[in-house]
């Protein structure tokens, strides 16, 4: 009976735990660290609407679709979908929704852990005062000798992946709540000071056009297909990470309310992070578009040169260690969860082995901004390359098809039963927009800059 089963590896104490533990795990590095930059990549304003439709439109509609197949279930997202398959008499090949999911975190987790391990860097350069004074040039280069220290960037990833094994070994539930409930709001103070200070600038008003302005000349394809497959990567949906949270939800709390406030805070951490730090690129001449380093390159300038800097920057970045940190633990949970289901290992030893051989995977992403920045493969660098393939191709993929599974094939009383507004004009909007709204924005986003980039 659905209705009883509940997860070996717990159950949440309450809705606030799921909210907590899933904002914990869509608002990171993407919202702070990608948002903004791909932002100033992609031309802005345009790039920005098309991020935000695809939030409204695609991602949360797939994410409630992804706690309620969790809830379903109540194991990793492999077995769930396999369980599923099972008792509903559905084709075989869904199953393959799980793998590719746990295959995408643990892939993302590789790189992720890497750029995390940028900011555990800057908690240092931060509390030694290093960026005191600088001007914008100079912050860049001490950036730029970063990424060409192949020992430094695998002192620090090594260093984050320990953190992550030690929490994940421990088992998510614990620790998670507390950390989140204090540590994310202050990172949106924080936020906020940052706001405060870019205000102070005399580019607010530049930064505030950049970030909104719309100007559809600037939009692309494949800028589109990058907004979509960040709207993905921002919610951590389409690799189990929703899911297996989901799995662990008390069946009694509403899912699409929960959904909407995840989404809703996400969304604004994004946009906050965006406030921030346009106006400060504006105000020191640089270029918007200056790639992965943006944020690592104006904020330190900015805390550099307020005062209580040193303080607030050293804060500052320990709090985006942490934001990184409970998304990182989210990001190899399925796989975790799959081990200790498949092989009845205990969660610890599953848990040192998938992040050593994450760790490892990871090398690549360390030299792909040094030893082997020259080696690229169709203008990819291992980093790249792996962004690519999980943020735009995976997870996008791995979403059209839990829309087309809750839409089409798991049976219907199932889903009424996960939610509880199964007569409201509010569930037929959801179940149209998942069954055709979402697969064909997909389809569309996905299909074109392809067809473009091999037509053309
Ligand atoms: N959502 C996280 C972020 O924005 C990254 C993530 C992706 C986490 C997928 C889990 C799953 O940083």
Same mark, same amino acid.
């Given at each position: ?28 590095? %993407?919202?702070?660290?990608?948002? =903004? ?23 949360? =509609? ?42 995408? *975190? ?39 000798? /970063? ?5 430094? !960037? /695998? ?25 989140? @409930?204090?540590?994310?709001? !202050? ?19 530049? %930064? ?56 809703? !805070?996400?969304?604004?951490? &994004?946009?906050? &992070? ?27 300038? &900015?805390? %550099? ?36 289901? @498949?092989?009845?290992?205990?969660? *610890? ?27 690229? /493969? &169709? ?31 798991? =049976? ?18 959801? @179940?149209?927009? !998942? @069954?055709?709204?979402? =697969? ?17």
């Amino acid at each position: 009976m659905t209705e009883q089963k509940i997860s070996i590896h717990g159950v949440w104490g309450s809705r606030w735990t799921f909210i907590l533990a899933a904002t914990g795990s869509a608002v990171g590095l %993407g919202n702070i660290w990608k948002f =903004p930059y791909i932002t100033g990549e992609n031309g802005g304003g345009a790039f920005v609407l098309v991020y935000l439709f695809c939030i409204a439109l695609i991602g949360i =509609p797939i994410m409630m679709a992804e706690v309620l197949l969790g809830r379903q279930g109540r194991q990793s997202p492999i077995n769930t979908m396999r369980e599923l398959v099972r008792e509903t008499g559905t084709h075989k090949s869904w199953k393959l929704l799980g793998w590719v999911g746990a295959i995408a *975190g643990f892939l993302i987790l590789t790189y992720y852990s890497v750029i995390a391990g940028w900011s555990l860097n800057y908690v240092y350069e931060m509390g030694s005062g290093t960026f005191s004074g600088k001007d914008g040039q100079q912050v860049g280069s001490i950036f730029d000798e /970063l990424l060409a220290n192949p020992k430094q !960037l /695998l002192f620090w990833h090594s260093l984050f992946m320990v953190m992550v094994t030690v929490v994940v070994a421990q088992g998510v539930i614990k620790g998670l709540e507390k950390a989140v @409930r204090i540590l994310m709001p !202050l990172l949106f103070l924080l936020l906020i000071l940052l706001v405060g200070y870019a205000l102070s600038t005399d580019s607010f008003g530049r %930064g505030f056009a950049f970030l909104f302005h719309v100007d559809f000349s600037k939009m692309t394809w494949s800028a589109a297909l990058t907004a979509l497959g960040h709207a993905f990567f921002t919610l951590s949906l389409g690799m189990g990470a929703i899911m297996v949270y989901g799995s662990y939800m008390p069946k009694k709390a509403s899912i699409g309310g929960t959904v909407l406030m995840v989404a809703a !805070l996400d969304t604004l951490v &994004a946009l906050v &992070a965006g406030l921030a730090i346009f106006p400060i690129v504006f105000s020191n001449g640089l270029a918007p578009g200056a790639g992965p380093g943006l944020m690592f390159i104006t904020l330190p300038h &900015a805390f %550099g040169n307020m005062g209580f800097g040193q303080l607030f920057g050293t804060l500052f970045f320990v709090l985006v260690t942490f934001a990184a940190w409970s998304s990182a633990i989210s990001l190899i949970e399925p796989a975790v969860a799959w081990v200790v289901e @498949r092989f009845k290992v205990n969660r *610890g030893l599953a848990t040192v082995m998938l992040c050593f051989l994450a760790w490892f995977v990871g090398l690549g992403t360390v030299f792909s901004f040094n030893l082997w920045a020259e080696m690229t /493969l &169709a203008g990819f660098t291992v980093f790249d390359g792996l962004d690519f393939l999980t943020a735009n191709i995976m997870l996008p993929l791995s979403g059209l098809f839990i829309a087309l599974y809750v839409g089409w094939v798991l =049976p219907q009383q199932r889903v009424k039963s996960e939610l509880a507004l199964s007569q409201s004009v509010l569930y037929q909007l959801w @179940r149209f927009v !998942l @069954r055709f709204l979402a =697969p064909l924005a997909v389809l569309i986003v996905f299909m074109v800059p392809l067809y473009e980039k091999f037509a053309g």
